[in-house]
């Protein structure tokens, strides 16, 4: 059982507005990142004279690139519709975690420095200026945001809280005072390829010893092959998949799908992140080197084919920015991107997520199951949120939702969704997105599941659910920390191709 400094909220049959507490999280902020750090990124390594002035001007900058920006400065009219839709202010109380009070921390700055009234009459429109405990105040509130976006579902100008704490991120970052959590993880992927720091030579002893252990299993030789040239598919995935549990049992089901569908494929150790934490820090540089690993890995491999692992936010990268960003997909203009175009197979979505692959396969009767091998299973699925509502998959609007439910039906007998308030587009985090998956933040990580964990409790009173299914690295390492709190076991978190894997036959290719 989890030990915990700070008190688990109860769980409650429905869900409850809760009373507000001001300040109760005003504490709370991750570590700051080192002078080293933040130097690996390009980034100033601590505040120095000067830095409000230098934060406005970065602040001016990003109005001037990004329109929606000053769009969402402008346009809130303060009805108070978002107020009650973040789980953070659900499990703590405090009104800054309203997404509205989260976006005024910044628009009071935005008024004093880039509107008329704000500049001559500050105290008629609340417009402030960006002093050290405004600043103080940001680092708090804009790390206490995971940027899911379920704020501007019910938004009625559609105001997206997550870009604006992007920018705070962003600006942050411009004068010295960045995180260290995921900035230390940016200068690994830099260096080493992937979040982890796993190195080349690791990483290829941990796929053998995985053929292996699925060898030992079902006697059947699956693969997981690296840097195989002129394989077919590219499989870029999350480095939690290569040895965190339960990531690895959906490496394994990857696998064993490629296996049964006679698909050749390879993963690189060049590009062995699908993650990319450059969009959680909002720094469009960062985002696109991390990004073009994977350009250059399918180019020198020349495969086929690009597919994407169990990755909430790197598929949002992959399918929403991919194509402009390092020309994976139609957009990209110069000469490797269009070179890449011309490798890649027109005939497939590039880049494809996993699961619209298997759910493919399975539609044209290339996969087998023996469903009842998931029968120890009650299964609920948990939509992560950069793909509910980051993203797409297939031809048919909803296909993120459709998809990865239609693979747990195809491969699992007994299925049950959580309340619908709580599901697709209206998903709620896990609590851990966005770069707040680290334990610093712990309390704030347990609290903001709280949502996730009521509906679960529904299914599990109702229904006897044991087993829930998400498509995200994330999810699943928050879940598997935060379960025990709520009393839950830390392994009824599972991915959706651990669930194929159990039922898949192998040695039959159709
Ligand atoms: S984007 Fe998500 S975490 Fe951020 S304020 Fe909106 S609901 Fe809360
Ligand atoms: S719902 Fe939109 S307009 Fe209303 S307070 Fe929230 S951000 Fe402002």
Not at 263 to 286: D, H, P, R, V
Request: net charge neutral; proline share 5%.
């Amino acid at each position: 059982m989890a030990t915990a400094k700070f008190e688990t909220p109860a769980l409650k049959p429905y869900p409850v507005i809760p009373l507000v507490a001001a300040g109760a999280m005003a504490n709370t902020k991750p570590f700051v990142a080192s002078a080293a750090i933040q130097a690996n990124l390009g980034f100033p390594g601590e505040l120095s004279e000067g830095w409000e002035a230098r934060a406005i001007d970065k602040m001016g900058d990003l109005l001037g690139k990004y329109r929606s920006l000053r769009v969402y400065m402008d346009a809130c009219v303060h009805c108070g519709a978002c107020s009650d839709k973040c789980h953070y202010f659900l499990g703590t109380g405090d009104p800054k975690n309203m997404p509205v009070a989260r976006q005024d921390l910044m628009r009071a700055v935005y008024r004093r420095h880039f509107t008329f009234a704000g500049k001559h009459f500050p105290w008629l429109v609340g417009a402030v200026d960006l002093d050290k405990s405004v600043l103080d105040d940001w680092y708090s509130y804009y790390h206490q945001c995971s940027e899911c976006r379920r704020c501007s579902v019910f938004c009625p100008y559609g105001i997206d809280t997550a870009e604006i704490t992007m920018a705070a991120r962003e600006i942050m970052d411009s004068v010295g005072v960045g995180q260290k959590y995921a900035n230390e993880i940016i200068g690994k992927v830099h260096k080493i390829g992937n979040n982890l720091g796993l190195p080349g030579p690791a990483l290829r002893d941990t796929l053998e010893g995985l053929e292996e252990d699925v060898k030992a299993e079902t006697a059947a030789d699956v693969l997981y092959p690296l840097d195989v040239q002129g394989a077919e598919v590219l499989l870029i995935t999350p480095s939690a998949d290569f040895f965190a549990e339960p990531h690895v049992e959906s490496l394994i089901g990857y696998g064993k799908v490629f296996h049964a569908a006679g698909i050749s494929w390879t993963l690189s150790s060049k590009a062995s992140e699908a993650g990319n934490f450059g969009m959680f820090i909002g720094n469009y540089e960062q985002l696109r080197k991390i990004a073009m690993r994977i350009r250059e890995a399918a180019l020198e491999l020349g495969v086929k084919r690009i597919v994407v692992g169990e990755c909430g936010h790197a598929w949002r990268v992959a399918y929403s920015f991919w194509n402009t960003l390092v020309g994976i997909g139609a957009g990209g203009k110069d000469p490797f991107a269009i070179e890449l175009q011309q490798q890649l197979d027109p005939r497939y979505k590039q880049p494809m997520h996993i699961c619209e692959l298997t759910h493919d396969l399975i539609g044209r009767g290339a996969l087998r199951f023996d469903k009842e091998k998931n029968d120890h299973r009650i299964v609920t699925f948990h939509d992560s949120c950069n793909v509910a509502r980051g993203s797409r998959m297939g031809d048919l609007p909803g296909g993120q939702f459709t998809i990865p439910r239609d693979i747990i039906k195809a491969v699992a007998n007994r299925f049950h969704d959580m309340a619908p308030d709580g599901t697709h587009e209206a998903t709620f985090c896990c609590g851990g997105g966005g770069g707040l998956l680290t334990d610093d933040l712990m309390e704030l990580r347990v609290k903001g599941a709280l949502p996730r964990m009521e509906a679960l409790k529904q299914v599990a009173d109702q229904h006897g659910v044991n087993f829930m299914a998400t498509i995200c690295a994330i999810c699943k390492a928050q879940f598997s920390k935060v379960l025990p709190y709520y009393g839950f076991e830390m392994g009824l978190v599972g991915g959706v191709h651990q669930l194929v894997s159990t039922a898949i036959r192998l040695g039959e290719h159709h």
